[in-house]
């Protein structure tokens, strides 16, 4: 099962909106809307940020937010803050013969 | 507050085994999925294994199966991960993490697993 795939890195100036794309087939992203979003700043486990495509769980800025187009899941971060600077990793169901998988990780900076 | 911690980690040889620890607390933890997801230095995350409440269904990452078991005890509230023929490759720190509404929502701090001769 391969990792979704993520840009690299994405980087925006305090104020502005990024979105981060997650790309991946019709037996994930495409095919659940279990589609969810992860933070990790260095040294630190991840934490939820997005569940179900557009969720937010309680406490999490509505900065944040989620979507998805066919097989194509975006974050998008506006009001981008320095706190933000960190990775973000997306995550899906899949009917392989692995039922989960993370994206391959996208490194915010802000400028 | 709820709370998962790991043990269990620590330096073990290639083709060695090593039994990782998680301790739920704050939540019914006979309730949820529990999952066991890693992270190499310097790389991204993989997840690596989820067991059902009852115990009942365990998936793997296929380079794990047949190596790695997951199980839980819902009366001591604990997950555990047996890993056998460990290899190099596998070093990272791997996390305990819950199960909800299709995501990981609660992380463990992760317990530190390193492979090498």
């Known amino acids: 099962q391969s990792a979704l795939t993520q840009p690299a890195s994405v980087s925006g100036s305090p104020g502005q909106s990024i979105t981060i794309s997650c790309t991946g087939t019709s037996s994930d992203v495409g095919g659940y809307n279990s589609v969810s979003w992860y933070q990790q700043h260095p040294g630190k486990a991840p934490k939820l940020m997005i569940y179900?495509?557009?969720n937010r769980p309680s406490g999490v800025s509505n900065r944040f937010s989620g979507s998805k187009s066919g097989n194509t899941a975006s974050l998008t971060i506006s009001g981008l803050q320095a706190e933000d600077e960190a990775d973000y990793y997306c995550g899906s169901y899949t009917s392989n013969s692995t039922p989960w998988v993370f994206g391959t990780g996208t490194k915010v900076t802000v400028l | 507050e709820v709370q998962l911690v790991e043990s269990g980690g620590g330096l073990v040889q290639p083709g060695g085994s090593l039994r990782l620890s998680c301790a739920a607390s704050g939540f019914t933890f006979s309730s949820y999925w529990m999952n066991w997801v890693r992270q190499a230095p310097g790389k991204g995350l993989e997840w690596v294994a989820n067991?059902?409440?009852?115990?009942?269904?365990?998936y793997y990452v296929d380079s794990v199966k047949g190596r790695f078991t997951i199980s839980r005890d819902n009366a001591k509230n604990s997950l555990y991960l047996q890993m056998n023929s460990l290899r190099a490759e596998e070093t990272a720190v791997y996390y305990c993490a819950r199960g909800s509404q299709g995501a990981v929502d609660i992380w463990g701090q992760g317990t530190m697993v390193t492979v090498s001769s």
């Open positions: 067991i059902k409440q009852d115990g009942s269904d365990k």
């Open positions: 179900e495509v557009s």
